[in-house]
C-alpha cells in the first residue's frame, strides 16, 4: 500500500485548501481501498503528530475531527479515484504544518477514540507542506 498526498501550499489566514491522498494498492491479496479507513494527521516543527480527521471504509458513514478544525475542515472520500480530501476553509497560522494521510489497521475497531491514535495506523503518506501566513 502505498499513500501520495498533495494539494499542500501557502495560503494567508481565512483562505481554502484542498489536500488529496491517493492510495495505490497493490496485488490482488491487498484489500481494496474502500475497505480502508483513513485518517489525516499534522505535525508542525517541535510538536507531536496531532490527528485532524478520519473517516471510516465504504460508506463513509462515520467521521470525526479534531476540535481544532471541527467546523472548517470537511473530510470525503471517492472510493473510485481511490482518493481522500480534506477541504480546508478558514485556514488559520496555527494550521501551519506538514499533513500526512494513513490507513487505518485492519481488524481495529473504529470509533472517536482509536481514531485519533496515530499507533493505530500503517501506512503512511509522505505528507505535504501547509502554511498559513497571518
Known amino acids: 500500500v502505498q499513500l501520495q498526498a498533495s494539494g499542500g501550499g501557502l495560503v494567508q489566514s481565512g483562505g481554502s485548501l484542498r489536500l488529496s491522498c491517493v492510495i495505490s494498492v497493490r496485488g490482488v491479496s491487498e484489500r481494496p481501498f474502500s475497505t480502508y479507513a483513513l485518517g489525516w494527521f499534522r505535525q508542525a516543527p517541535g510538536k507531536e503528530r496531532e490527528f485532524v480527521a478520519g473517516i471510516s471504509y465504504r460508506t463513509s458513514d462515520t467521521i470525526y475531527y479534531s476540535s481544532s478544525v471541527e467546523g472548517r475542515f470537511t473530510i470525503s472520500r471517492d472510493n473510485t479515484k481511490n482518493t481522500a480530501y480534506p477541504q480546508m476553509n478558514s485556514l488559520e497560522p496555527d494550521d501551519t504544518a506538514v499533513y500526512h494521510c494513513?490507513?487505518?489497521?485492519?481488524?481495529?475497531?473504529?470509533?472517536?477514540?482509536?481514531?485519533?491514535?496515530?499507533?493505530?495506523?500503517?501506512?503512511w503518506g509522505q505528507g505535504t507542506q501547509v502554511t498559513v501566513s497571518s
Open positions: 494513513a490507513t487505518f489497521r485492519w481488524g481495529e475497531l473504529w470509533n472517536e477514540v482509536s481514531a485519533f491514535l496515530h499507533g493505530l495506523y500503517d501506512y
